[in-house]
């Protein structure tokens, strides 16, 4: 299934640069004059998306997070594939559940997980979502959730916590997942060492993740419906950064992702490794900062040339009974909230805002996870609505403006504006007063 470009001029000249034959069309609406930041219409199997986008993960209808239908009615056009939870652990990739839920109980016959979700109409069907989905590769999750796990050059090994068996995801085996789930987004299998490790780990780490993208790109079976995007990896380097980009930009993929940042590294660090690979990826085609989700990060990577994002910390933080508001977060647990009658922000038009009052959460966390779940709903919807104010404004040719009032709304005063934002902005042209 191609994604119809209606035939039009205007459609062709933007697709030009953009990968051959892929099922995405960006269209950049606006360019911010003074910073990186721009506002594009990503045509996608399943949809339009507005970018700057921030992509929520979608969960399989539990009282604490947030269902299929609820993130439709949100106005949200791609979310990352189901959150399960599995015995106890949150498994918040739709690829690591495959593997832990049905390729480890069969390691006789592996091929069994992804013929079942065909037959589920794919991911989509599975989690009755008709608009855009985007699938990570599983290996991440994978490694931070089986502790026995090893890195090799075939692909990434585990031991089944079930029955102790020995399985490999490689690149083909996490694309053929992908495949069968039909995600309109597929990431490719990365080799991931932590943001603070240096060395020579690094480097192997980036330069197989460059042979892996080459292994997933001939393993992808649908590159006429579903879109493989690479990561750049190259750790805190500028020169690995460098030469992964000069790597992976020579490959035809619809899409990049910048990986390997958000791991608890320096944000002086984070951003000019995020800068300096915007710098040098192509404008023709989407870019995807990976793990990132406070709003000030948000905005800055905007203003860095960022258009689409994913974190669990909205839904997370609402899990702890934190509402998140223009002017930083509300924690609904602290007794200053038990009489407190105005919703959670008074100006959010979300199905939260709109019925319930701090108190009633207040009173709520105390006894019931629905609590929980009217701050998810609230939180998703805060997100939703900041990058569509960064979009308008970008739109509007008045974005360097809402960074600054977005930054003065968010910090009582200009002392307490984070180093690091201040500097990035102003790398961008954007001076804080
Ligand atoms: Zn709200």
Redesign the pocket.
Known sequence: MAVSTSGDAEMNSVKKGASAGAPLVLRILAECPVTKARACDLTLPHGPVRTPVFMPVGTQGTMKGITADQLEALGCQICLGNTYHLGMRPVSSAVALFLLHYAFPCTENYSYGPALIEKASGLHGFMNWKRNLLTDSGGFQMVSLVELSEVTEEGVKFRSPYDDKEILLSPEQSIAIQNSLGSDIMMQLDDVVSSTVTGPRVEEAMKRSVRWLDRCIAANKNPERQNLFAIIQGGLNAELRHVCLEEMTKRDVPGFAIGGLSGGEEKDDFWRMVTLCTDHLPCEKPRYLMGVGYAVDLVVCVALGCDMFDCVFPTRTARFGS?LVPWGSLQLRHKQYAKDFQ???PD???????RHSRAYIHALLKCDTAALHHIT???I??QLSLMLSVRQSILDGRFPQFVQAFMKRMFPSREQYPHWAVDALASVGIALD
């Open positions: 509402a919703p959670i922000d959010c038009t979300c199905p939260t805002c709109r709903i609230h939180n919807a805060y």
